[in-house]
């Protein structure tokens, strides 16, 4: 299988020219390049085999998917500029912007709803890390329970097999943009346990990722794992030696 290599842009590069050569840079197979929204519409010319993702929706998605919504931007206007995937639930949305679990479900059924994929990022800070193991899966079940709320419902109503467009990525907070990634041991079990824990049906073609200083240099660490299906990278994803040692470590896979 093709892991998925989400390259996460964040409020980056700040230029358009800089955001193409990147794009070019990382228009690989699996790829999924998630700029900000500013530049998508530039970036879905450049390229042929990554797909198109957006950092962030609005759960509001009226019919036509617009209205008086200051500063949001639909699922449909999403959709309408080529994006496939969509970051739900970010942690520095969570903790920086106050983003709750009910917010973050609303815009999961908004996105599964119109049809868009759904990366939705779940993971502890370091003060539930130090509380040893089971207060790691305490949290991320209840991140997972609050934030998939009625999605067998939206299951049934669609007649259709939503599972396939759902992905979580596991990020530890601690170890998002600090250059200290989690150990492969650790990622494992807690995608295990993330795997047990999800109650949608269909739950075997949900893909989980990893998230947190992922790099050229550690990604060897953990490619040789087939349980992880794929990284969501961000600091990475901005520098072009660092991509294309990340894709040229994913190739040879
Ligand atoms: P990082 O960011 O790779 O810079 O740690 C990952 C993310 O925030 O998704």
Redesign the pocket.
Known sequence: MTKILAF?W?MNPGKLKTAISLARASDFKGAVIMPPFIFIEEIAKVLKKAKLGAQDLSWENPPAGRGAFTGEVSAKELKNLGVEYVIVG???RRLKLNETDEMINKKVLTALGAGLKVIL?VGEGLAIRKNGKKSVEKFIKSQLQKDLKGINKLLVISHKSLSHNLVI?Y?PVW????GRSDTPKDVIEIINFIKKSLVISHKSSVKILY????SGKNIKNFVQYNDIDGY??????LKLSEVNKIIQICLEK
Request: aromatic residues 0%; contains cysteine.
């Open positions: 996460n964040k970010h942690s520095e990022c990525a990020e170890a998002i943009g600090t998230g947190g200083s992922v969501l990278i961000g600091g990475a994803s």
